[in-house]
């Protein structure tokens, strides 16, 4: 499968603890993003990545929330000192861009992630 | 800033008949449009997406959208549904002058009736 892919897919953790996200975008896009679902709710921007370099962070992705991608190919998304309200779907995305932004994404399957 | 509106959280449509799926969007600039759909337990996945040129746009599964610049609309159609189709679709906007982020709807719940 030459898709992105995520892991884990399910995460149930206690509160206070820190969890990792890794993300494995399709191997020749350079552009990867980070999203937030909630029940009812559309996927929420939280970053993205141009190879290695972040060029953009969500208000919402807090200072518990970090995100690399240290070689512009796989991805990690961390989260610190876990709440409750982190309690959501995390996706990931990837896309080929060649400067003029109209190319589609491709998702990966999400982690859900589940906080105690 | 973009936004996205999916007036209609779910739409039940009669297999056979056809089916609309509403979208307007706000851009400062100009718009670059998708659509995605996502079945349970999978992953978004896209269907179409509007650049430039024509209006009509066609995707996969036999799905189309009409952009409307002058409504600001970009309305999810096809002929006639499919039970299959029953899944959540997904509006998105990007602004075209600003190699920015895409930016959802929140999505409509798309039943179709055998």
């Known amino acids: 499968d030459t898709g992105v892919s995520q892991d884990p897919r399910h995460k149930i953790t206690k509160r206070g603890q820190n969890v990792t996200f890794r993300c494995d975008p399709i191997s020749e896009h350079n552009r990867l993003y980070w999203y937030r679902q909630t029940l009812g709710q559309g996927p929420e921007f939280l970053t993205y990545f141009q190879n290695e370099a972040q060029l953009e962070k969500s208000r919402l992705l807090s200072d518990r929330f970090s995100a690399e991608r240290p070689k512009g190919s796989f991805s990690t998304l961390e989260i610190q000192r876990t709440e409750q309200g982190d309690s959501a779907m995390y996706l990931c995305a990837s896309s080929l861009e060649g400067g003029l932004g109209h190319n589609e994404q491709f998702f990966g399957p999400g982690t859900r992630l589940t906080v105690l | 800033a973009q936004s996205v509106a999916q007036p209609e959280d779910q739409v039940n449509v009669a297999e056979g008949n056809p089916l609309t799926v509403k979208c307007t969007y706000s851009?400062?600039?100009?718009?670059?449009l998708f659509w995605y759909v996502q079945y349970p337990n999978r992953g978004l996945q896209f269907l179409l997406k509007y650049i430039t040129g024509d209006n009509l746009v066609k995707g996969s599964y036999g799905f189309e959208a009409e952009f409307n610049k002058s409504q600001t609309s970009f309305h999810l159609k096809k002929p006639s549904a499919l039970v299959s189709d029953s899944a959540l679709y997904f509006c998105?906007?990007?602004?075209?002058?600003?190699?920015?982020?895409?930016?959802f709807g929140k999505g409509t719940r798309l039943h179709i009736l055998p």
């Open positions: 998105a906007v990007r602004d075209r002058d600003r190699d920015d982020k895409i930016i």
């Open positions: 851009v400062s600039g100009n718009p670059y």
